[in-house]
């Protein structure tokens, strides 16, 4: 039985086998530890029986720098359609390859959603590359949906889908529609 923990800096030192994927990313240690300082309670790991790390999520809670021009935020009476509001965002989740189809992915990220939405976020994303069919798969199982497709977003000029749950404030979903990967949008405003 594998179990869900916190992510600690220590665990910095035992994650690299569930990076051997080509399509994870990995980063600087400065990037995970600005993580764990800022979001704790959004980053996991998950330890499988023999204390090795199987996986682990980083996330965040974030809304664009400039606030909207009527105050409180409504979705309704936002002039900007990119403007994100309060929202809890995923932006590593990976498992080791030899820990996959053991749905991990799948809770760490309920951990994740469940945070944000006691932090009264009105949804969660990521981005993905549009390549990836294995996890948008994956995430569409999870009630993820594709919102925007991002045009060349990646290093290497390949398109990202900005993917979205939407959480109980969003009573309505409007942070979310229907063939999201026919609204195409450039990198520079996307926050």
């Known amino acids: 039985m594998s179990t869900i923990r916190p992510?600690?800096?220590?665990?910095?030192?035992?994650?690299?086998?569930?990076?051997?994927?080509?399509?994870?990313?990995?980063?600087?240690?400065?990037?995970?530890?600005?993580?764990?300082?800022?979001?704790?309670?959004?980053?996991?790991?998950?330890?499988?029986?023999?204390?090795?790390?199987e996986g682990y999520i980083l996330g965040k809670l974030e809304s664009s720098p400039y606030p909207p021009p009527t105050s409180p935020y409504d979705p309704d009476t936002n002039p900007d359609p990119n403007y994100l509001p309060w929202h809890g965002h995923i932006t590593a989740l990976t498992v080791a390859p030899a820990a996959r189809r053991l749905g991990h992915a799948t809770r760490l990220s309920e951990a994740l959603e469940k945070a944000s939405d006691a932090n009264s976020a009105w949804f969660v994303d990521l981005f993905v590359r549009a390549s990836n069919d294995i996890a948008i798969d994956l995430y569409r199982k999870m009630g993820y949906s594709v919102f925007r497709r991002v045009a060349n977003y990646y290093n290497d000029d390949e398109d990202a889908f900005d993917m979205r749950k939407p959480l109980t404030r969003d009573v309505d979903r409007k942070h979310v529609r229907e063939n999201g990967e026919d609204f195409r949008v450039r990198p520079e405003v996307v926050w």
Request: charged share 20%; with cysteine; proline share 4%.
């Open 7 to 53: 992510m600690r800096p220590k665990h910095l030192f035992h994650i690299s086998s569930t990076n051997l994927d080509a399509l994870t990313e990995t980063y600087n240690i400065g990037f995970y530890l600005e993580y764990l300082t800022k979001w704790p309670e959004l980053c996991h790991v998950i330890e499988g029986i023999d204390g090795n790390i």
